[in-house]
């Protein structure tokens, strides 16, 4: 059973510009959450997703989207990228029996 | 703001020794918690997770569950150099759609 792919790997960017993130669950779970750790703030939960619906949101600014596709696959966008958001950006997908929540390798984003 | 607070260390322990992890939880609604593994780089990998009062068991980690005080523990018997990483609790609620996470406690094993 394959696992979370998260695509890219790594990304650089500048200023001002954005990025589009994304993530494909394990198969058969309906639910993607997104994360971003940075080494001061640790994880911080930015949005959930379940049926192509945000369930559950963090408390990121507008810049930060997602949105979720019928075949549970997520894209998380970033606009108008500033410094601090260079991070670690992880998704992680939930079983259903259990609420166990299981990550991608991430995506390391640059912003300079 | 509910919350998930653990010490950030570094907790060091000399190679097979045991290592005690702790978090305290502030949401007393909080049904499942949930130890999480992450090495410097990588993702977080589940090691355990506890939804009843006591101890449970899993090879070398054991995770305590402790609801009345609002507190979860990991032991690591045997602490072996690749333990080596920080250890993130979570706690999830059961009626909401958030898993919260500790800032995650950072532990070397001395060879």
């Known amino acids: 059973k394959a696992g979370v792919t998260q695509t890219p790997r790594y990304l650089i960017k500048t200023r001002g510009q954005q990025v589009t993130l994304s993530c494909s669950p394990i198969?058969?779970?309906?639910?993607v959450s997104w994360y971003q750790q940075t080494p001061g703030q640790g994880l911080q939960f930015l949005f959930e997703?379940?049926?192509?619906?945000?369930?559950n949101k963090g408390n990121f600014p507008g810049r930060f989207s997602g949105r979720q596709f019928s075949n549970s696959r997520s894209e998380m966008n970033v606009s108008t990228l500033e410094l601090g958001d260079s991070a670690l950006y992880l998704c992680?997908?939930?079983?259903?029996?259990?609420?166990?929540?299981?990550f991608g390798a991430g995506t390391r984003l640059s912003v300079l | 703001q509910k919350e998930v607070e653990q010490n950030s260390g570094p907790l060091s322990v000399p190679e097979g020794a045991i290592a005690s992890l702790n978090c305290t939880y502030s949401?007393?609604?909080?049904?499942?918690f949930f130890w999480y593994r992450q090495y410097s780089g990588k993702s977080p990998e589940l090691i355990m997770f506890?939804?009843?009062?006591g101890d449970k068991e899993d090879g070398r980690f054991t995770a305590q569950l402790n609801k009345a005080s609002q507190y979860v523990s990991l032991l690591i018997r045997d602490s072996q150099p690749s333990d080596s990483a920080t250890y993130l609790c979570?706690?999830?609620?059961?009626?909401?759609?958030?898993?919260?996470f500790g800032a995650g406690t950072r532990l070397f094993v001395k060879a």
């Open positions: 992680a997908t939930l079983t259903r029996v259990r609420n166990i929540q299981y």
């Open positions: 198969s058969g779970h309906r639910s």
């Open positions: 997703y379940f049926s192509e619906t945000q369930r």
């Open positions: 949401d007393r609604g909080s049904q499942s």
């Open positions: 506890i939804y009843s009062n």
């Open positions: 979570a706690a999830k609620n059961t009626g909401g759609f958030k898993t919260i």
